[in-house]
């Protein structure tokens, strides 16, 4: 017969086998897709994620960043297919790239919806922000915190943009999102959708006048003015950034190492926030006197100015409100105490 003292040291043993026995089933390497190149805010705000998992997990979860959109042959709209299937393991995500999945997420791509910086942050903390991470775990995936890429500052080679006739004409390469072509349009812009690599030719060649992009996530490392003198922060659209993770991936680990997971994106999540919002609220305009260093001739729009091109993309609200989710949308104004 089996002794007392014998069971319990069974028992103990079994217990101490636990976290082990968990532990078995990890994958020796994680893939996580980031769509931007590892020197940007934004793939940087991956690397700092992956660091500190690994580094609070002490190696147990070891994630490796996939930047450039190399887990999908540069098509960053098929990104969240990706992740779903199981192809990435995590991803730190643009909404803008999964919006044509998720007619949803284009509640971030409405034009001049946001205001400022703590509007956004009230949304993604709110009753909005709660809705969407709940759309998109029952798809497959699961958010785990918020970055940020920015606000989507328009510049060309032609003229400062301070009116709506000041943008007529122009051709603005705008990514492959369709919200985005209505909007130009809206605008009296000619949107043209092309990757970032076409776009740099067709810059230098003429063909494209303009683009659109965060100024301290995109524009300043890619150094926009070797192609455009002219910026104009308008503040149009802003670009959150979503740590999230596969389901299936999410549920292989131990609760402690979710909590860890959870805790370290949130943590990643706040301090990529902070790079790519410096120097962009005043009294620190220093990505400003950057650009203009590099002799381009910035101009801020007033909210009198903005509100002329929110007029006319009016017709984009019509049209895109319905598609999004009319409760959604009242939500996210709830949220921002509209």
């Not at 990890?26 to 805010?41: A, D, H, I, R, T």
């Not at 509100?307 to 009242?330: D, M, N």
Request: hydrophobic share 45%; with cysteine.
């Amino acid at each position: 017969m089996m002794t007392a003292l014998k069971k319990w040291t069974i028992a103990v043993v079994c217990l101490l086998m636990l976290p082990a026995l968990s532990e078995a089933g990890y994958k020796k390497e994680y893939k996580l897709s980031c769509v931007v190149g590892p020197k940007m805010p934004w793939g940087e705000g991956a690397t700092l994620f992956a660091d500190l998992v690994r580094e609070r997990t002490e190696g147990r979860v070891n994630i490796k960043v996939y930047t450039a959109g190399s887990l999908m042959a540069g098509k960053q709209t098929n990104e969240f297919l990706l992740l779903k299937r199981g192809v990435a393991d995590f991803a730190f995500a643009s909404p803008i790239n999964w919006s044509s999945t998720l007619k949803p997420l284009n509640l971030f791509n409405l034009p001049f919806f946001f205001e400022d910086y703590e509007a956004l942050d009230k949304v993604t903390s709110g009753e909005a922000g709660k809705a969407i991470e709940a759309l998109i775990a029952k798809k497959g995936v699961k958010v785990l915190g918020w970055g940020e890429n920015g606000y989507r500052e328009i510049t060309n080679s032609k003229r400062a943009i301070r009116t709506p006739e000041d943008l007529k004409g122009l051709k603005v390469r705008v990514v492959g999102t369709p919200i985005f072509i209505d909007i130009m349009k809206s605008m009296g812009a000619n949107p043209v959708n092309m990757n970032w690599g076409e776009a740099k030719i067709a810059f230098q060649q003429g063909v494209v006048d303009a683009q659109e992009n965060p100024a301290v996530g995109i524009e300043i490392p890619l150094k926009i003015w070797q192609f455009h003198n002219h910026v104009s922060f308008w503040g149009y659209v802003i670009d959150p950034l979503m740590f999230t993770v596969n389901q299936k991936t999410w549920k292989k680990f131990s609760e402690k190492d979710r909590e860890i997971i959870r805790q370290a994106a949130v943590d990643a999540g706040r301090m990529q926030k902070g790079v790519v919002r410096k120097g962009l609220v005043a009294p620190d305009l220093s990505a400003h006197e950057l650009m203009r260093e590099n002799g381009m001739e910035v101009t801020v729009l007033t909210p009198e100015e903005k509100k002329a091109f929110r007029v006319l993309t009016e017709p984009v609200y019509k049209k895109w409100v319905p598609r999004i989710g009319e409760e959604l949308v009242e939500k996210a104004k709830a949220d921002m105490g509209n």
